[in-house]
């Protein structure tokens, strides 16, 4: 009997301990979850992946749902059973459900806890979404705008934060108490609320064409910027820019066996650091040669022909709305979202003036496409290869968004869909879906090969898509889901930021347009 009774009681400490260890680490692999990896996700990332079902793995990166199951007494039954109290760690939607009882009883189920993000965490998203490399292009925009372009600097920056504010507040309807309530969850949903009931789906093809469009120029750009910032980094090497960017688009080709990001989302937080301190160090540099500034160089004038695409860069950098209504919607205090909003832009705009004002004095009428190509040539070589391994390690993440939105639309759209499903009944990418990821790969190749210009793609993707997307279509959807609602200085201040975003938009695409289709010449002839 003693046995017996040390035995049981061995078995229950031995089943109590295993519990809390299990627990102990489901909190701390939460805890890094909401504070490391889910924070840490690519600045381009957070202005790219558009599509509902990605938002989960892009944005929350390495972040596992933690499913608690309901602590009854009782030992577990059969031998697939689980332990009293036992966490694990599934995807969503992944997570077994636990059988009912034999007596027909309430079943007790595996409950899904997604955590939710705070402010801090939520603004750390938006600011690596708008502080990312691509800051790298300002001061070149400030070369063709002088003190213009600063100022479109801060005026981007309060645009684009006001209608971030307003396309959140599309999201919501007043119920019958007055009291605002979300119906809508992303980006599509507004856009299809908008042409509703004619076209119910007009919108959200338009948004996800925008999206694609972004997305695969946004790979485009990682390539361009690695190829020119290795050939600059070795001149007297005998190898092309372009032969560099083949080598770049031969490390990327394994991006086409994706099948989630959470491998990738590793490294984000890492870049994001990465890119920091390489903005440190250049602003660094700039600052040790502050004695020949060229503050005379700066003017009251603009390039008529070159301006247009500097508008372009600028608002591309500021690129964010289109993930916002899914990070405001896993934001635990929705309430703080216009606060967070009004501070990682005010501090946006702050840092990319003083970077591209800095860098621009110093380099004057000299400064490059990428600012960094102006460098010495020691310390250019060691930021340019961190900031091609921050490229490389960041293209997945558009790419992959990319992806999901074209096999969405065009492969998995149940009955609508235009081709078969690219995924075999076993979930294996089949070998013609894996076909066309690597022609996708190809094609931003291609066009980095045959379009190599930096300032050029990143003044044409933010013309089109960028001022679409964070001017016009915000406005627009404003002014048609909540006009009855409006004060008239709301109404004023839409439709000003849709004539001026349109205006900019399509004076930037022409002057970009043109500059893209002669380089294109230029590269043929060659």
């Known amino acids: 009997m003693a046995t017996l009774i040390r035995g049981k009681l061995s078995n229950k400490l031995s089943n109590a301990a295993t519990t809390v260890s299990n627990k ?26 558009a599509c509902d079902d990605l938002d989960y793995d892009h944005r929350q990166g390495m972040q596992m749902d933690i499913l608690s199951s309901d602590e009854m007494g009782g030992e577990p039954s059969g031998e697939g059973g689980a332990m009293e109290g036992d966490s694990h760690y599934q995807r969503e939607g992944t997570g077994p459900s636990r059988s009912g009882s034999k007596d027909g009883g309430p079943t007790n189920e595996l409950t899904e806890v997604r955590p939710k993000i705070t402010a801090w965490e939520a603004g750390w998203n938006v600011t690596n979404a708008i502080q990312g490399m691509f800051v790298l292009g300002l001061p070149y925009a400030i070369l063709h705008g002088g003190y213009l372009g600063l100022f479109l600097i801060i005026f981007a920056a309060v645009v684009c934060c006001y209608t971030g504010k307003i396309l959140i507040a ?3 309807e007043e119920d019958e108490d007055g009291q605002l309530v979300r119906v809508r969850d992303s980006y599509v949903d507004i856009a299809n609320a908008c042409c509703a009931p004619r076209f119910p789906s007009l919108g959200g093809h338009v948004v996800n064409v925008a999206q694609i469009i972004e997305l695969v120029m946004t790979c485009i750009l990682y390539v361009v910027v690695s190829g020119n910032l290795m050939y600059n980094s070795f001149p007297n090497m005998p190898i092309s820019q372009k032969s560099w960017a083949i080598i770049a688009t031969a490390a990327l080709l394994p991006c086409a066996f994706l099948k989630n990001l959470k491998a990738v989302s590793k490294f984000s937080l890492l870049c994001t650091m990465a890119h920091f301190v390489i903005n440190v160090l250049v602003i ?5 040669r502050a004695r020949d500034w060229a503050w005379d160089k700066v003017k009251f004038y603009i390039d008529v022909k070159k301006f247009p695409i500097s508008i372009g860069i600028i608002v591309f950098s500021y690129t964010s709305q289109i993930f916002l209504p899914s990070l405001e919607g896993n934001m635990n205090k929705p309430s703080e979202f216009h606060c967070m909003m009004n501070w990682t832009h005010i501090a946006a705009c702050i840092l990319k003036g003083l970077f591209a004002l800095v860098a621009y004095l110093t380099w ?9 190509d102006n460098l010495p040539p020691t310390i250019r070589a060691v930021v340019n290869l961190f900031l091609v391994a921050k490229a490389l390690l960041s293209y997945p993440l558009p790419f992959f968004a990319a992806v999901e939105v074209l096999e969405k639309s065009f492969f998995q759209d149940g009955g609508r869909a235009f081709f078969p499903d690219c995924y075999g009944g076993d979930g294996r990418l089949k070998s013609w879906g894996l076909s066309l990821r690597c022609i996708l790969v190809v094609f931003t190749l291609l066009m980095a090969i045959y379009v190599p210009h930096f300032a050029l793609l990143m003044g044409l993707t933010g013309s089109l898509t960028g001022a679409g997307l964070c001017f016009l279509l915000p406005s627009l959807f404003h002014l048609k889901l909540l006009w009855r609602k409006l004060l008239w200085h709301q109404v004023f201040f839409d439709v000003s930021i849709f004539v001026i975003g349109g205006i900019c938009s399509i004076s930037g695409f022409i002057h970009s347009m043109e500059g893209l289709i002669e380089a294109f010449r230029d590269n043929v002839e060659e």
């Not at 840490?40 to 202005?47: D, R, S, V, Y």
């Open 24 to 49: 102990s680490q489901a909190k701390v692999s939460g805890m890094f979850a909401r504070m490391g990896f889910q924070a840490a996700t690519n600045e381009e990332a957070l202005g790219f992946a």
């Open 170 to 172: 599309c999201l919501y």
């Open 284 to 288: 660094a540099y700039c600052l040790s």
């Open 364 to 372: 004057a009428d000299e400064t490059k496409e990428v600012i960094t």
